[in-house]
Protein backbone atom coordinates (compact mmCIF):
# COMPACT_ATOMS: atom_id res chain seq x y z
CA UNK A 1 0.00 0.00 0.00
CA UNK A 2 1.28 3.49 -1.08
CA UNK A 3 1.47 5.64 1.76
CA UNK A 4 3.67 8.12 4.15
CA UNK A 5 4.30 6.68 7.67
CA UNK A 6 5.37 9.64 10.47
CA UNK A 7 6.15 8.63 13.86
CA UNK A 8 5.27 9.28 16.61
CA UNK A 9 1.20 9.98 16.31
CA UNK A 10 1.65 12.40 19.54
CA UNK A 11 4.32 13.63 21.44
CA UNK A 12 4.59 16.09 24.35
CA UNK A 13 8.31 17.34 25.60
CA UNK A 14 9.82 19.62 27.78
CA UNK A 15 11.47 22.90 26.24
CA UNK A 16 15.17 22.24 25.17
CA UNK A 17 15.18 18.55 24.66
CA UNK A 18 15.91 17.72 21.10
CA UNK A 19 13.57 15.40 19.32
CA UNK A 20 12.97 13.60 15.68
CA UNK A 21 9.86 13.14 14.08
CA UNK A 22 10.57 10.60 11.08
CA UNK A 23 9.12 10.25 8.19
CA UNK A 24 8.92 7.57 5.59
CA UNK A 25 7.32 7.39 2.30
CA UNK A 26 7.13 3.44 -0.39
CA UNK A 27 6.31 5.44 -3.58
CA UNK A 28 10.00 6.28 -4.44
CA UNK A 29 9.04 10.77 -5.20
CA UNK A 30 11.65 12.84 -5.22
CA UNK A 31 9.96 15.77 -3.70
CA UNK A 32 9.46 15.68 0.35
CA UNK A 33 8.12 17.97 2.53
CA UNK A 34 7.09 19.40 6.03
CA UNK A 35 4.62 21.29 7.05
CA UNK A 36 3.06 22.73 10.38
CA UNK A 37 -1.07 23.51 10.86
CA UNK A 38 -2.22 26.23 13.07
CA UNK A 39 -5.36 27.46 13.49
CA UNK A 40 -6.27 29.92 11.53
CA UNK A 41 -2.95 29.96 9.48
CA UNK A 42 -3.21 26.36 7.62
CA UNK A 43 -0.83 24.92 6.44
CA UNK A 44 2.36 26.24 6.58
CA UNK A 45 5.60 24.93 4.83
CA UNK A 46 8.42 24.26 7.14
CA UNK A 47 11.66 22.55 4.56
CA UNK A 48 11.48 20.82 1.71
CA UNK A 49 13.76 18.51 -0.54
CA UNK A 50 13.70 17.60 -4.15
CA UNK A 51 15.65 14.74 -3.97
CA UNK A 52 18.77 12.99 -2.06
CA UNK A 53 20.66 15.40 -0.34
CA UNK A 54 19.14 18.69 -1.70
CA UNK A 55 17.05 20.45 1.30
CA UNK A 56 16.07 23.91 1.39
CA UNK A 57 13.46 26.35 3.52
CA UNK A 58 9.98 26.79 3.17
CA UNK A 59 8.37 29.67 4.75
CA UNK A 60 8.72 28.50 8.45
CA UNK A 61 12.57 27.18 8.99
CA UNK A 62 13.41 28.95 12.38
CA UNK A 63 14.41 25.93 14.95
CA UNK A 64 13.75 22.91 13.21
CA UNK A 65 16.12 21.06 10.67
CA UNK A 66 16.14 18.29 8.36
CA UNK A 67 17.79 15.48 6.72
CA UNK A 68 17.57 13.76 3.18
CA UNK A 69 20.38 11.03 3.24
CA UNK A 70 17.87 8.31 1.69
CA UNK A 71 15.13 8.73 -1.11
CA UNK A 72 12.60 7.46 1.57
CA UNK A 73 13.05 9.25 4.64
CA UNK A 74 13.06 12.79 5.67
CA UNK A 75 13.62 13.68 9.08
CA UNK A 76 12.47 16.20 10.80
CA UNK A 77 14.39 17.54 13.46
CA UNK A 78 13.93 19.86 16.66
CA UNK A 79 17.07 20.58 18.49
CA UNK A 80 15.92 22.81 21.45
CA UNK A 81 11.55 22.74 20.94
CA UNK A 82 10.16 25.22 22.50
CA UNK A 83 6.77 25.83 23.27
CA UNK A 84 5.76 28.03 20.43
CA UNK A 85 6.57 25.10 18.45
CA UNK A 86 3.72 23.39 19.54
CA UNK A 87 1.59 22.28 16.30
CA UNK A 88 0.61 19.21 14.27
CA UNK A 89 3.04 18.68 11.91
CA UNK A 90 2.55 16.76 8.73
CA UNK A 91 4.76 14.99 6.22
CA UNK A 92 4.10 14.56 2.61
CA UNK A 93 5.77 13.19 -0.50
CA UNK A 94 5.19 13.56 -4.20
CA UNK A 95 7.19 13.61 -7.19
CA UNK A 96 7.14 17.37 -7.52
CA UNK A 97 5.48 19.98 -6.19
CA UNK A 98 2.67 20.42 -9.04
CA UNK A 99 2.17 16.96 -8.50
CA UNK A 100 -0.35 15.29 -5.93
CA UNK A 101 0.97 15.21 -2.40
CA UNK A 102 0.47 12.20 -0.06
CA UNK A 103 0.62 13.40 3.20
CA UNK A 104 1.59 11.23 6.66
CA UNK A 105 -1.54 11.07 8.94
CA UNK A 106 0.54 14.08 11.34
CA UNK A 107 2.46 14.80 14.60
CA UNK A 108 0.46 16.38 17.15
CA UNK A 109 3.34 17.75 19.42
CA UNK A 110 3.15 19.76 22.41
CA UNK A 111 6.16 21.53 24.08
CA UNK A 112 6.03 22.31 27.68
CA UNK B 1 -0.45 40.23 1.75
CA UNK B 2 -0.56 36.41 1.77
CA UNK B 3 0.06 34.51 -1.00
CA UNK B 4 -3.14 32.77 -1.41
CA UNK B 5 -6.22 33.62 0.52
CA UNK B 6 -8.83 32.04 1.37
CA UNK B 7 -12.05 32.30 4.00
CA UNK B 8 -11.78 30.23 6.84
CA UNK B 9 -15.37 29.83 7.48
CA UNK B 10 -17.18 27.73 9.31
CA UNK B 11 -19.34 27.33 5.90
CA UNK B 12 -22.45 25.02 7.71
CA UNK B 13 -25.71 24.57 4.97
CA UNK B 14 -28.03 21.75 4.49
CA UNK B 15 -27.83 18.23 2.72
CA UNK B 16 -27.99 19.01 -0.82
CA UNK B 17 -26.99 22.39 -0.79
CA UNK B 18 -24.51 23.57 -3.31
CA UNK B 19 -21.45 24.54 -1.95
CA UNK B 20 -19.19 27.01 -3.14
CA UNK B 21 -15.64 27.51 -1.98
CA UNK B 22 -13.00 30.08 -3.09
CA UNK B 23 -9.15 31.56 -3.05
CA UNK B 24 -7.91 34.21 -4.41
CA UNK B 25 -4.02 34.51 -5.03
CA UNK B 26 -1.32 36.91 -5.85
CA UNK B 27 1.17 35.50 -7.71
CA UNK B 28 0.61 35.29 -11.72
CA UNK B 29 3.13 32.36 -12.26
CA UNK B 30 0.73 30.00 -10.08
CA UNK B 31 -0.01 27.43 -13.10
CA UNK B 32 -1.20 24.31 -11.21
CA UNK B 33 -4.14 24.47 -9.01
CA UNK B 34 -5.12 21.81 -6.80
CA UNK B 35 -7.68 20.82 -3.91
CA UNK B 36 -7.25 19.00 -0.95
CA UNK B 37 -10.03 17.51 1.40
CA UNK B 38 -9.14 16.84 5.39
CA UNK B 39 -11.40 15.13 7.24
CA UNK B 40 -10.94 15.41 11.54
CA UNK B 41 -8.00 14.36 12.15
CA UNK B 42 -6.34 13.13 9.00
CA UNK B 43 -4.27 14.36 6.75
CA UNK B 44 -5.25 16.33 3.64
CA UNK B 45 -5.92 14.65 0.61
CA UNK B 46 -6.12 15.64 -3.05
CA UNK B 47 -9.51 16.21 -4.40
CA UNK B 48 -8.96 18.38 -7.31
CA UNK B 49 -6.06 19.04 -9.56
CA UNK B 50 -6.20 21.52 -12.78
CA UNK B 51 -3.80 22.77 -14.67
CA UNK B 52 -4.12 26.54 -15.61
CA UNK B 53 -7.23 28.02 -16.39
CA UNK B 54 -10.53 26.38 -16.97
CA UNK B 55 -12.92 24.11 -15.26
CA UNK B 56 -12.92 20.40 -13.91
CA UNK B 57 -15.34 18.10 -13.58
CA UNK B 58 -15.65 14.62 -11.20
CA UNK B 59 -18.79 13.70 -10.19
CA UNK B 60 -20.16 16.32 -8.06
CA UNK B 61 -17.06 18.21 -7.52
CA UNK B 62 -15.88 21.08 -10.12
CA UNK B 63 -13.17 22.92 -9.80
CA UNK B 64 -12.72 26.33 -11.65
CA UNK B 65 -9.72 28.94 -12.41
CA UNK B 66 -9.37 31.93 -13.84
CA UNK B 67 -6.01 33.31 -14.42
CA UNK B 68 -7.22 36.84 -15.32
CA UNK B 69 -8.87 37.34 -11.81
CA UNK B 70 -6.10 35.39 -9.77
CA UNK B 71 -9.40 33.15 -8.30
CA UNK B 72 -10.33 29.62 -8.19
CA UNK B 73 -13.19 27.83 -7.18
CA UNK B 74 -14.75 24.40 -6.06
CA UNK B 75 -18.41 23.67 -6.14
CA UNK B 76 -19.62 20.68 -4.68
CA UNK B 77 -22.83 19.62 -5.46
CA UNK B 78 -25.84 17.89 -3.64
CA UNK B 79 -24.07 18.32 -0.19
CA UNK B 80 -23.64 15.75 1.80
CA UNK B 81 -22.94 14.92 5.29
CA UNK B 82 -19.89 13.10 4.37
CA UNK B 83 -18.44 16.18 2.84
CA UNK B 84 -18.14 17.68 6.14
CA UNK B 85 -14.10 18.50 6.63
CA UNK B 86 -11.90 20.94 5.86
CA UNK B 87 -10.96 22.45 2.32
CA UNK B 88 -7.43 23.34 1.37
CA UNK B 89 -6.36 25.02 -1.97
CA UNK B 90 -3.06 24.22 -2.92
CA UNK B 91 -1.16 26.14 -5.99
CA UNK B 92 2.30 26.21 -7.29
CA UNK B 93 4.21 27.43 -10.21
CA UNK B 94 7.31 26.85 -12.47
CA UNK B 95 8.94 30.04 -10.77
CA UNK B 96 8.84 28.17 -7.42
CA UNK B 97 9.32 24.63 -5.82
CA UNK B 98 6.84 25.36 -3.07
CA UNK B 99 3.13 24.26 -2.99
CA UNK B 100 1.24 27.12 -1.85
CA UNK B 101 -1.22 26.39 1.06
CA UNK B 102 -4.56 28.73 1.49
CA UNK B 103 -5.83 28.32 5.39
CA UNK B 104 -8.40 26.34 4.93
CA UNK B 105 -12.53 26.30 5.29
CA UNK B 106 -14.35 24.21 7.45
CA UNK B 107 -17.33 22.81 5.99
CA UNK B 108 -20.57 21.36 7.59
CA UNK B 109 -22.75 19.59 5.99
CA UNK B 110 -25.86 18.64 8.58
CA UNK B 111 -28.63 16.36 7.40
Known amino acids: EAQVTQNPRYLITVTGKKLTVTCSQN?????MSWYRQDPGLGLRQIYY???????DKGDVPEGYKVSRKEKRNFPLILESPSPNQTSLYFC???????????FGQGTRLTVV | QKEVEQDPGPLSVPEGAIVSLNCTYS??????FMWYRQYSRKGPELLMY????GNKEDGRFTAQVDKSSKYISLFIRDSQPSDSATYLC???????????FGTGTRLQVFP
Open chain 1, 92 to 102: ASSFGPNTEAF
Open chain 1, 27 to 31: MNHEY
Open chain 1, 49 to 55: SMNVEVT
Open chain 2, 27 to 32: NSAFQY
Open chain 2, 50 to 53: TYSS
Open chain 2, 90 to 100: AMTGSNTDKLI
